[in-house]
């Protein structure tokens, strides 16, 4: 198995910083998950990091009932779709991250992008959830985490990409270049791989000001503050036919890219979108698997 901790990768040409521990702490609260639909097909859900040692009091505490006598604030939403499973953040009014399985069925069909229409997602509660006026007049793109055309097999299942919950405000010429010649990839990657999970999501990265310091800083869009990622990853795990699982890993600062410059360019170590994001991948592939190999800047594909 490779080493996974390869210390070296290749940024792209706008600078693009992980801050090494300084990764965004998401809610370490999850409710129970639907056991139907995609979400009991997937072998793989990120989780986040802190869930793991966060002590929780005994079930049968009595401060287990009296602390929630009047309810939890908020929890970890997930939400299991025809097409994906994502995971909700209200604060941003987007995903955390948002999962889907791709194939050579998934990816062809008869489905009609041109009969779909970007809406709210009722779902989510009004004071959290991002609308269409938002995204007017705001010079952002609505930026599709999991791609419409990788579900082409079904109209509901591409419809079901259409909800803002799974969109991001993006830069015009990153969503129509650089981004979907990486959506085109992992599509083209269903043609030499039984499966290929991709797990897409934004990221708030930190920037050196001038006064020396660390700051993370992104723009706010709409009535409802939509929360501009400064990056976007997306992370990939390859069901090679001969049993062997492939990690990739890619990041995307939000800005205009040249559509020209290799994908390989922006691939990452996992690590540092685990630090970036707050979640973790590679402890539950490895439940699954210690098949595993990663793919790394500087390493041939």
Not at 37 to 62: M, W
């Amino acid at each position: 198995m490779q080493r996974l901790w390869s210390r070296r990768w290749l940024a792209p040409a706008a600078s693009l910083v992980i801050g090494l521990g300084a990764g965004l702490s998401a809610s370490a609260s999850w409710k129970e998950a639907p056991t139907e639909g995609l979400l009991a097909r997937l072998p793989v859900v990120p989780v986040v990091a802190a869930a793991t040692s966060l002590p929780l009091p005994a079930a049968d505490s009595p401060r287990t009932g009296e602390l929630a006598k009047y309810g939890l604030p908020g929890l970890s939403q997930l939400r299991s779709r025809e097409s994906y499973v994502l995971c909700y953040d209200p604060r941003s009014r987007s995903a955390l991250w948002v999962l889907e399985q791709l194939n050579a069925g998934t990816v062809s069909g008869p489905s009609d992008r041109g009969a779909c229409d970007f809406r709210e997602d009722d779902s989510v509660h009004e004071y959290h959830r991002a609308s269409n006026a938002d995204y007017r007049g705001s010079g952002f793109d609505r930026g599709h985490l999991a791609a419409a055309a990788n579900h082409r097999w079904s109209q509901k299942a591409m419809g079901d990409t259409f909800y803002l919950s799974n969109i991001a405000p993006q830069n015009p010429h990153l969503n129509q270049n650089a981004w979907n010649n990486l959506e085109k990839y992992c599509r083209s990657l269903t043609k030499y791989n039984k499966n290929v999970y991709v797990c897409t999501g934004p990221l708030f990265l930190p920037r050196m000001e001038t006064d020396g310091k660390m700051y993370v800083k992104y723009q706010v869009i709409g009535k409802n503050h939509v929360a501009v990622p400064t990056h976007f990853f997306k992370v990939l795990i390859l069901e090679k036919p001969s049993g062997e699982i492939e990690l990739r890993s890619y990041v995307m600062p939000n800005t205009p890219v040249d559509e020209k410059v290799p994908l390989e360019r922006f691939l990452v170590p996992i690590e540092s979108i685990e630090r970036a994001s707050g979640l973790l991948f590679v402890p539950n592939i490895l439940k699954r698997t210690s098949n595993l190999k990663a793919i790394t800047a500087g390493r041939k594909t």
